[in-house]
């Protein structure tokens, strides 16, 4: 195997660690294990940084390109105003 299909292995594995910890922490009740998912989480996105800056730097992952600054705010805007909807939502369970 070579170095370019083992670090994009690794940064495709750690992709889904990241989704995977990140279910488990807005499903989790427990706060205290919630917050140990939560810096499990963190390490991983760490780790995504750091992969994804070796192959950039080897130029075997092209990122997506840098978005203008004013569409970056209206969907921000349109997130956030979505994320409010949400709140009090009645299909929200506590499991």
Avoid at 1 to 11: F, I, N, T, Y
Avoid at 36 to 54: C, F, G, S, V
Avoid at 61 to 71: A, G, N, R, T
Wanted: glycine share 2%; aromatic share 4%; net charge negative.
């Amino acid at each position: 195997m070579q170095d370019r299909e083992m670090v994009l292995d690794a940064l495709a594995m750690v992709k889904h660690e990241i989704v995977d910890l990140t279910k488990a922490a807005i499903e989790c009740s427990n706060q205290q294990l919630r917050q140990t998912i939560i810096q499990l989480r963190d390490t991983a996105e760490q780790n995504h940084m750091n992969l994804t800056q070796i192959a950039n730097e080897n130029k075997w992952y092209i990122p997506s390109p840098i978005v203008d600054s004013q569409l970056a705010q209206q969907v921000k805007q349109q997130l956030s105003s979505a994320s409010f909807s949400t709140v009090g939502n009645p299909m929200h369970v506590k499991v």
